[in-house]
């Protein structure tokens, strides 16, 4: 795999001048969406104004007249975007992730499934939805790995209203090893200490019923970041080697976005919140800022960097 900096050269030397078509189309793209809120916003207008004035406007006409123009709009507006995000994916995402790593092959309709990533344990909720695209697979050192956007969700009732909640938006990342971790080993995101303190947030942690044993980490930093449940104690600090846990600390100071992973039977799980699609491109941002490409990038390296880590210490922690 490529390091950063020869993947920032690619993205500048062969990619930009495709980014800079696509914001043309973009803009364009834009001027017609734009345009056709005007046209139904008017239109919508001068239907009311019709109906009021012949006595035949009530609450019921104002719901259904809205229900039925907000649906032509959202079929329009997909209708735009869809040859528009079809021309980003095919030009920009998929050779983006050919040049990370040969090995890599893309399909922008299919996502991890539900199954791998209800086995991460990462989120305990139930779901009640479960969808994804930009899907990834292949081997990176070879190891079998595969990654995409999901955006899990669930169902909470009030009175007789159903809402959707998000559990998790963004990139999840699923490697598999030839042999197994002895115990299960969760990282999160160290909330109760950042919020409470040392003393009380450690006890608060200690005393999460739905996760294993609280393990301490000899890192004072890493434990301000993070926090570890394990079945097994020793294991989990085999796991988490002093170089591992500071590629975890770098990623953090680089990226704002939370970090939860799991290691389980043959499997690392990695999840990362963006809480957006990531490479579902915007119409009303342009496309020739690089942040997006490299925060994908960015999190990329991080689960190839584990991976090596993890592979390179394989006899410590690993079974035949």
Do not use: C
Not at 30 to 56: M, P, W
Not at 89 to 106: F, S, W
Not at 166 to 179: D, H, P, R, S
Not at 213 to 235: C, G, I, P
């Amino acid at each position: 795999m490529k390091n950063l900096s020869e993947l920032t050269d690619f993205y500048y030397d062969t990619l930009y001048p495709t980014l800079i078509k696509l914001e043309k189309n973009r803009k364009n793209v834009r001027y017609k969406i734009v345009l056709l809120a005007i046209v139904v916003f008017f239109v919508t207008f001068l239907i009311l104004y019709i109906l009021n004035k012949s006595s035949s406007l009530n609450f019921d006409v104002i719901i259904f007249i809205g229900f039925i123009y907000s649906m032509i709009g959202t079929f329009i507006y997909k209708f735009l975007l869809k040859d528009y995000t079809k021309d980003f994916k095919a030009t920009i995402i998929k050779p983006l992730i050919n040049e990370i790593d040969k090995n890599l092959n893309y399909t922008p309709s299919l996502h991890v499934s539900q199954r791998l990533f209800e086995k991460s344990k990462l989120f305990k909720s139930q779901l009640d939805r479960f969808s994804g695209n930009d899907f990834v697979h292949g081997k990176i050192d070879d190891i079998p790995i595969q990654f995409s956007d999901i955006h899990a969700q669930k169902e909470d009732k009030f009175d007789d209203e159903i809402r959707l909640e998000t559990i998790f938006q963004g990139l999840f990342i699923v490697a598999e090893f030839n042999k197994h971790f002895k115990a299960q080993t969760i990282i999160l995101q160290d909330l109760a200490q950042n919020t409470f303190g040392k003393l009380i947030g450690s006890w608060l942690q200690s005393k999460n019923v739905t996760r294993d044993a609280l393990v301490t980490m000899d890192n004072v930093e890493f434990e301000k970041e993070f926090v570890v449940y394990s079945t097994d104690q020793v294991e989990a600090r085999y796991i988490l080697s002093h170089s591992l846990m500071q590629r975890l600390l770098n990623f953090k100071k680089k990226s704002s976005h939370p970090v939860h992973i799991s290691f389980i039977d043959k499997s690392i799980h990695i999840a990362v919140e963006y809480n957006k699609d990531l490479f579902e491109p915007s119409i009303f941002y342009s496309l020739l800022n690089h942040k997006i490409a490299m925060e994908y990038i960015q999190t990329l390296h991080l689960a190839t960097g584990i991976i090596h880590e993890l592979k390179l210490n394989q006899k410590l922690w690993s079974k035949q």
